[in-house]
């Protein structure tokens, strides 16, 4: 990828937004890059106020405007290629659909070029999408490390582009199988609950009115399993972590989420019971209107089954 300025215009921002640090707001506007990478990113001079660079504790103005200048990204090059076998549940010349497992990363991170699903893809294709960057060619969308399920790959960058603004209007259709703690008495809800960084704890995301943006859940009651409750989810929104956190909220956390979930359980499963079981979008070249189904992994099922035989 080649270098990439991203420019702030704070009189467009929301007036909470004014008196932030610098590095907080840019820690919640850039949710692909760690605090401590923005910080660097300052240290640097990569990132300035008016053209001048300031400390990361610099307190924004209502008239001040931002300029975050990333680097190239790593060559692809320097990506290996993996034999990693991939679940593919649809594939054409333009897109690529694939049934991501419970476990793996979708892309590599500095330090981590091995063993994600952009590792699999360039084996298993001759050609990906480059929008995203040179370490993260084809990637649409993600979906978190230990969630399961479908998702979709750009093959080229016309196919990237439609399938990203289908996503930003909500045109694209995304359902989620959960298993969540306790028994939810409604059939069915909206949880409409602004998502930003967690005040407290950088790494996590939380419902939060400051520095945050919208988040819209729908969800519906499939089984109840005495004090577990079987939930499909359908995101109208994309933040991260949107399911896990809009769940806790409400006072269901996910089973198995190591983040924002009990610090133990007895469950064999690893990772939180999230699987992303349907995709719906419209084919960027042919306009079909299109439908996948990721089958439910064993390991959800098993847990569902044994949720099942408890309630009895």
Known sequence: ???????????DQPEESIDSRLDIFLTIH????????????????????????????????ANDVLRIFLP????????TPEDI??????????????NKARGMVVHPAAGNLQGTLVNALLEHCTDLSGISGEIRPGIVHRLDKDTS???????????????????RARTAGRKYLAIVYGNIIEEKGVINAPIGRHPADRKKM????????EAV??????????????????????????????????????????KYGPARHTFTIAGQALHSAELTLTHPVTGEQLTFAAPIPDDFQNLWNQLRQTKK
């Open 149 to 167: 399920g479908a998702m979709v790959v750009a093959k080229n960058d016309k196919s990237h582009l439609h399938l990203a603004d289908q996503i």
């Open 30 to 61: 850039l949710t692909d890059m760690s605090r401590s990478h923005i910080q660097k990113l300052i240290a640097d001079h990569q990132i300035t106020v008016n053209n001048k660079s300031v400390k990361a504790n610099y307190r924004l103005q």
């Open 72 to 79: 190239a990204a790593a060559p692809v090059g320097e990506l």
């Open 1 to 11: 990828m080649d270098s990439q300025e991203i420019i702030f215009v704070m009189a």
């Open 85 to 98: 076998p991939l679940n593919i549940l649809y594939e054409d010349s333009h897109i690529v659909v694939v």
């Open 206 to 213: 939380a419902v939060t009115f400051t520095n945050s943006k």
């Open 217 to 258: 859940t729908h969800f519906r009651v499939v089984e109840r399993l005495g004090q577990y409750t079987v939930v499909e989810c359908k995101l109208l929104t994309g933040r991260t972590h949107q399911i896990r956190v809009h769940m806790a909220y409400i006072g269901h956390c996910v089973v198995g989420d190591p």
